[in-house]
């Protein structure tokens, strides 16, 4: 059994910063944490920021120059720096873990608010 544990996030003010956390426990082998996305009411998931099996990462064109992901692997936890915060990137946060391709794995989302 895999738990992805979330932690950061918040209320911010526009122009503001954040670090979101996901710390991978249970069963660890063979996991890879590859990613964050977000979504908002009535809105499909989005992938905002993610890792390439190359080990390049990828950003959503919204996000690009203003969040940062990154990760220890040797302590298994992921991380999202937000910086520049602004309303339209207030959502549920959520971080992904996969094995393989047979198992899927998500954090239990956090919110995030850009807002005065």
């Known amino acids: 059994q895999v738990q992805l544990v979330q932690s950061g996030g918040g209320l911010v003010q526009p122009g503001g910063s954040l670090r979101l956390s996901c710390a991978a426990t249970?069963?660890?082998?063979?996991?890879?944490?590859n990613g964050w996305y977000r979504q908002v009411p009535g809105k499909q998931r989005e992938l905002v920021a993610g890792?390439?099996?190359?080990?390049?990462?990828n950003y959503s064109e919204s996000v690009k120059g203003r969040f940062t992901i990154s990760r220890d692997n040797a302590k298994l936890t992921m991380y999202l720096q937000m910086n520049d915060l602004k309303p339209e990137d207030t959502a549920v946060y959520y971080c992904?873990?996969?094995?393989?391709?047979?198992?899927?794995?998500w954090g239990q989302g956090t919110q995030v608010t850009g807002s005065s």
């Open positions: 992904h873990a996969d094995r393989g391709p047979w198992y899927d794995y």
């Open positions: 890792f390439t099996r190359g080990g390049g990462t």
């Open positions: 249970g069963s660890l082998f063979a996991i890879n944490l």
